[in-house]
C-alpha cells in the first residue's frame, strides 16, 4: 500500500474544492431550491443524486491535484472538513445565505422551509461523499 500522505499544495488545493464545492451548493440551494425540494419526489432525487455527483467530484479532484486513489479517504476527510467548517459558521451567522433574495425580502416562511431543506441536502451530501471514500478504502 502507498503512503496516503497529502503534499503541502495538494492541502491548500483541497482546501479550496472544499470552499468551492461548499459555495456551489450554496449557490444551488439558494436560486434552484423548487427543482431539489420543490416536491416529494424532487428531494428524493436529489438526495440519490449526491452519490454520483460526488463520485465525479472525488475522481476530478484527484485528477486535477495529482492524487492517487489510495488516498481518497484522507482527500475527502479535507475537502469535507472544509465545507463542514463553512456550512456550520454561515448556519450560524449568516443563515439568510441560503434563502433566495427575493423569499427572503418577503419573509415567506418558505425561505426558511427551503434554506432548512438545504442544508440538510448539503450535510447529506458531504456524508455521502465520506461513506462513498470510507467504501472505497475499505474494499
Same mark, same amino acid.
Given at each position: 500500500? $502507498?503512503?496516503?500522505?497529502?503534499?503541502?499544495?495538494?492541502? /491548500?488545493?483541497?482546501?479550496?474544492?472544499?470552499?468551492?464545492?461548499?459555495?456551489?451548493?450554496?449557490?444551488?440551494?439558494?436560486?434552484?431550491?423548487?427543482?431539489?425540494?420543490?416536491?416529494?419526489?424532487?428531494?428524493?432525487?436529489? $438526495? /440519490?443524486?449526491?452519490?454520483?455527483?460526488? $463520485?465525479?467530484?472525488?475522481?476530478?479532484?484527484?485528477?486535477?491535484?495529482?492524487?492517487?486513489?489510495?488516498?481518497?479517504?484522507?482527500?475527502?476527510?479535507?475537502?469535507?472538513?472544509?465545507?463542514?467548517?463553512?456550512?456550520?459558521?454561515?448556519?450560524?451567522?449568516?443563515?439568510?445565505?441560503?434563502?433566495?433574495?427575493?423569499?427572503?425580502?418577503?419573509?415567506?416562511?418558505?425561505?426558511?422551509?427551503?434554506?432548512?431543506?438545504?442544508?440538510?441536502?448539503?450535510?447529506?451530501?458531504?456524508?455521502?461523499?465520506?461513506?462513498?471514500?470510507? $467504501?472505497?478504502?475499505?474494499?
Amino acid at each position: 500500500m $502507498y503512503d496516503a500522505s497529502i503534499s503541502g499544495p495538494q492541502w /491548500v488545493g483541497l482546501i479550496g474544492i472544499g470552499g468551492l464545492l461548499w459555495a456551489t451548493g450554496v449557490m444551488v440551494i439558494r436560486y434552484f431550491h423548487q427543482i431539489l425540494f420543490g416536491s416529494q419526489s424532487r428531494q428524493v432525487l436529489s $438526495y /440519490v443524486a449526491a452519490f454520483p455527483l460526488n $463520485y465525479v467530484s472525488l475522481v476530478m479532484s484527484e485528477r486535477l491535484l495529482g492524487l492517487r486513489p489510495d488516498q481518497r479517504l484522507l482527500s475527502t476527510a479535507i475537502i469535507g472538513t472544509t465545507a463542514l467548517f463553512l456550512d456550520g459558521t454561515a448556519m450560524m451567522w449568516v443563515p439568510e445565505l441560503y434563502e433566495n433574495p427575493s423569499l427572503n425580502r418577503i419573509k415567506s416562511p418558505l425561505a426558511m422551509r427551503f434554506s432548512r431543506q438545504g442544508a440538510a441536502w448539503l450535510l447529506w451530501t458531504f456524508g455521502a461523499a465520506f461513506a462513498m471514500a470510507l $467504501y472505497t478504502h475499505l474494499n
